[in-house]
Nanobody
Framework: QVQLVESGGGSVEAGGSLTLSCATT????????LGWFRQAPGKEREGVAA???????TYTDAVKGRFTISQDNAERTLYLQMNNVAPEDTAMYYC??????????????????WGPGTQVTVSS
């Protein structure tokens, strides 16, 4: 059974940094995509960053140069390093996994496994 559990969310001031983690269990596919998504109140869930089993990373324009997605294969943990955060980054952040490379990596509809989310609040 695949399980994803996010941690590391919290409150931070604008311009600060935060690192989100996503512990994965039961996800042992050789080819995969892992992604970070976020959903602010009243808005649709949107893709933030993705990383696939070939090492390719993808970012939405709003976070390019500020956020970095990475993984620790040994610990089976996905990370999102968030630097220079802004109030518009406030949202519930989710990690997700897909057992295929043939997906739209920033489209939440293409992911089948999700964590419960962790809240990030950025104050101005």
């Amino acid at each position: 059974q695949v399980q994803l559990v996010e941690s590391g969310g919290g409150s931070v001031e604008a311009g600060g940094s935060l690192t989100l983690s996503c512990a994965t269990t039961g996800f042992t596919y050789a080819t995969y995509c892992l992604g970070w998504f976020r959903q602010a109140p009243g808005k649709e869930r949107e893709g933030v960053a993705a990383l696939d089993s070939e090492g390719l990373t993808t970012y939405t324009d709003a976070v390019k140069g500020r956020f970095t997605i990475s993984q620790d294969n040994a610990e089976r943990t996905l990370y999102l390093q968030m630097n220079n955060v802004a109030p518009e980054d406030t949202a519930m952040y989710y990690c997700a996994a897909a057992d295929s490379l043939a997906i739209r990596v920033l489209n939440p509809n293409d992911y089948g496994h999700w964590g419960p989310g962790t809240q990030v609040t950025v104050s101005s």
